[in-house]
């Protein structure tokens, strides 16, 4: 929660960093990789940018949606059920 609100305010430039981080062999990184950009973080602040267009986070979720890990799995399901709160014909 820390980070967020420096990720979100670079959002372009946090999400491709963060979607390097997707391929490295930390299960726990992976998952941060999603976890730091949902658009409606339980104990933070929503991102606006995500509520309205998801399609930005593909970057990040395209190579965690088929994630061998049940954690990282977990937290991909949870950015789209939260995306698809504002924008379910994207989901």
């Known amino acids: 929660m820390t980070a967020r609100p ?5 959002l372009i430039e946090s999400i491709t ?4 981080w997707t391929g490295t ?8 990789t ?18 309205h267009d998801p399609e ?6 395209e ?3 088929s994630d061998t890990s049940r954690y990282v799995q977990d937290s991909v ?3 789209i059920n939260d995306a698809s709160k504002t924008q ?3 989901v």
């Not at 420096?6 to 670079?10: P, V």
């Not at 960093?17 to 390097?20: A, G, I, N, P, Y």
């Not at 602040?45 to 995500?50: D, F, R, T, Y």
């Open 34 to 51: 999603s976890e730091a950009l949902c658009p409606r973080g339980v104990w933070a602040k929503h991102i606006a940018a995500l509520t």
């Open 88 to 90: 379910p014909e994207w």
């Open 56 to 61: 930005l986070g593909l970057q990040i979720l």
């Open 63 to 65: 190579p965690l949606r």
């Open 17 to 20: 960093v963060l979607s390097v």
């Open 77 to 79: 399901a949870n950015w």
């Open 25 to 32: 062999d930390s299960e726990r990184i992976r998952r941060f």
């Open 6 to 10: 420096t990720l979100t305010a670079h």
